[in-house]
Every structure is written in C-alpha cells, then in structure tokens.
C-alpha cells in the first residue's frame, strides 16, 4: 500500500484491524499486517510516504499480485505531485502484472474530486493493468472492505 503522506493509507490499513479510527504520525519504513476478511488472509505492507523515503517503494515490489495507491481525494492541489509518483509505480516492470486499488480517501470532505475526475487525473484508462477505483474514508472503513473484495475477486490468493 503506497501513496502520498497524509493520504490516510496507515488509518485504511488499521481501521478494519482495530475498528476504530486511530490517530496517526507519517510512516517512517513500512507498517505490515495481515488482515483476515471473509476466510481470506491478506499480507498488507503500508509504506511511508514522505517524499524523502518513496525512493524505497520499490524495495517491495517483488512478488506483489496487487497494489494499493492511496489518493487524498479532497486535495486536488496535490495532484501535481500524485501524478508523476503514480506514473513512476505504475511503470516498474516488477509490478507489470498486479492489479490496481486505487483508494479514492476522504470521500467525505467536501472537495473530494469524483471516481471519474481522479481516473481522468491519474490516465487510469490508459494503463494496462486490471484497476479498480474505490471511494473511500479510512476513519470510518466506508468503502474499505470493498475495495479489498475486488482484489480477491481479482486474484483469489493476493500477496499486496
């Protein structure tokens, strides 16, 4: 699970872990957790995303069936930063067959851009990967769990 800092990925990750919203720092390295839903185990990597460690991004991709990009949905002013990152992921030949989650994060602010303004934003049509966009809030686990259903409707045994 990768994207900018502040996008929400360590609250999307330990919201359906904990059930309840948490209270969280920038990640320095990397959280993991493995997170059982309907029988399923997923091993998920939550890894900063402060500018001055996404060089390590790559570090992880080995083996990876799947993918989640978390996007702050109410901040489109960071869209110019969101863009060239998920340009630069999307195009390592390591991730060449996972599946795309994006998470669509904040739904709930009053600025969050919609499904098709962020897949206009991020050419999501133009990517040769199977991708799915989810409209989420991490605080309250709204979309979460669906976002993960389309993964293991994708790949039925996913290491993300």
């Known amino acids: 699970m990768v994207g900018l800092d502040g996008a929400g990925k360590t609250t999307a990750l330990y919201k ?3 059930r309840e919203a948490i209270t969280t720092k920038p990640t320095i390295g990397f959280n993991v957790e493995n997170l ?12 900063g995303g402060l500018k001055e460690i996404r060089w ?12 989640i990009f978390v996007v702050d949905s109410g901040d489109e002013g960071r869209m ?3 863009v060239p990152e998920f340009k630069q992921l999307m195009s390592h030949k390591d991730l060449n067959n996972a ?9 709930d602010c009053p600025t969050a851009m919609s499904v098709d303004h962020l897949t206009e934003k991020l ?11 989810q409209p989420t809030c991490a605080t309250t686990g709204e979309g979460l769990y669906e976002g993960l259903e389309w993964l ?6 996913i290491h993300i």
């Open 99 to 107: 599946a795309l989650l994006v998470l669509a994060n904040k739904k």
């Open 123 to 133: 050419s999501l049509h133009s990517l040769q990967h199977n991708w799915h966009i």
């Open 16 to 18: 359906p872990l904990l």
């Open 56 to 67: 390590m991004w790559s570090q992880y991709y080995a083996n990876v069936e799947g993918i």
């Open 152 to 157: 293991l409707n994708y790949k039925p045994s």
């Open 36 to 47: 059982k839903h309907n029988y399923i185990n997923f091993r998920i990597w939550d890894i």
């Open 80 to 82: 110019q930063e969101v």
